[in-house]
Structures are given as C-alpha cells and as structure tokens.
C-alpha cells in the first residue's frame, strides 16, 4: 500500500540579505554628490580665480597653488561651517525645544525612544554602552560634541583660509597685509560667516514648519500620509 503524500504547504520566500550598496545607499550617494559639487567648486573656482587676477595684471596661478590659496580654502570650509553649525544646534535644540506637529520634533505628550536610559543588556549595544562609566557618560553625547568640534574646526579653517585670501587681495592692491587678531573684528570675515548662517537657519526654519502640512509617502523626513496636521514626530 503507498504512503499518502501530505501536500506540502508553499514555502514562504525569503527576501535576499540587502547588499552594500542597498545598506548603505543614502551615504553613498550623498558623498558621491559631494565629490562631484567639490570637484565642479574646484575647477570652477580656479578659472574665477585666475580671471580675478588676470584682470587684475597678475600672472595665472597653477591648480596645485590654487588648492592651497585662501580663494578655495575660505569658499570651502565657510559652507562647511554653517553646515556644522545647523546641525550642531539642531541636534541639541531637539532635545528640549519643540514644535507641535512637526516631524522633526519630538512629542510633548509621550515619552520618546531616544530619551531613555541605555541598557548595557541590550543586543549589539554599542561599545561604550556595555564599557559604562565616564566613558557612556560621554558616549551619551558623542554626536553633538563631534559635530560641535567639526563646526569649530571649519570655523578656524575658514579664519584661516579668509585671512589669507584677503592678504593675497591686499598685496596685488599694494596694500599692507594684516594680522590674525585684526582681521578677526573685519566685517568681510563675519559677512562671510553670516550670509551662509542665515540660509541654514532658514533651511531648518521649512523643514520643521513644512513638515507639520505636507507630507512625503515614504521619506522618514515626514509624518505618515493620512496623519492629521497637529500630530507631532514621524
């Protein structure tokens, strides 16, 4: 007598373990938009440059003493430095300031995820975690101080690279050269440094209103679709 087959249930499909590029997508290709504005910047700011000084009688300068002027140093490390300074301040104004119905706010009437105590018994919890101490202590704020210190080292290589540039101006004008502590009072320095501030500060300002209103089906920038306005966080 043959056994009776038991019809074997469909076998549900695994979905196939995310590759690198898929674990890793928005970096990568946030650095790859980087490099590619920081190369056009480049060369860009190069031709600019060497027309400044060209129309000023002076003789072109090369790529490699370009990269080293105060021209690339200053147009580059002012944008890096109110980037930093955004993010810095938005990451630590987050914690105690809110906005009711915004995404990018955390709720004022339940408690939140990100406001409990880390738990060294937790799976994968990171080093310093498990390490305790004076070590989570500082670990606990790891992200604003790195940021904050990123802000700060731009800030000092956009002095520098400013400082320089407006030295380089002086000598084709004939003009003396001044130093580090005068030139940090010079309204050119803090011009520099406020017209970039103030498009970050405004850039924070739309999102965190924008996102109370309007919505992006699948951006976990935004609140779910069919949330009402007055619901605050993702």
């Known amino acids: 007598m043959k056994p009776v087959q038991l019809s074997s249930s469909k076998t549900k499909k695994r979905k196939p373990k995310p590759t690198f590029l898929k674990k890793n997508g928005l970096t ?15 060369f860009s700011g190069f031709q ?3 027309n400044e000084l060209a129309d000023n009688g002076q003789p072109h300068i090369t790529m490699s003493k370009y990269l080293t002027s105060g021209h690339f ?3 580059t490390f002012e944008n890096w430095e109110s980037e930093f300074l955004q993010m810095t301040l938005f990451v630590v104004l987050t914690i105690f300031l809110y906005q009711k119905g915004s995404s990018e706010s955390k709720s004022m009437e339940e408690s939140e995820e990100v406001d409990r105590e880390p738990s060294p018994k937790r799976k ?3 080093w310093p975690v498990r390490k305790g101490g004076s070590v989570l202590s500082v670990y606990k704020h790891s992200l604003s101080i790195v940021l904050g210190l990123l802000f700060l080292l731009s800030f000092i ?11 380089e101006e002086c000598l084709i004008h004939g003009q003396p050269a001044v130093n580090a502590s005068s030139y940090l009072t010079n309204s ?7 017209q970039n501030w103030q498009s970050e500060f405004l850039s924070v300002v739309a999102i ?3 996102s109370i209103f309007f919505r992006q089906k699948g951006s976990p920038q935004s609140k779910p679709v069919d949330a009402p306005n007055s619901e605050t966080g993702e």
């Not at 650095?31 to 480049?42: A, H, R």
């Not at 290589?157 to 030295?167: R, T």
């Open 73 to 75: 140093i200053q147009a």
């Open 157 to 167: 290589a956009h002095f520098y690279g400013s400082l320089k540039n407006f030295n």
């Open 48 to 50: 600019e440059h060497n």
């Open 28 to 42: 990568l290709v946030f650095t790859l938009l980087f490099l590619i504005s920081l190369v056009g910047q480049f």
């Open 188 to 194: 050119k320095f803090w011009f520099e440094s406020f």
């Open 208 to 210: 965190v209103a924008c």
């Open 124 to 126: 994968g919890a990171p």
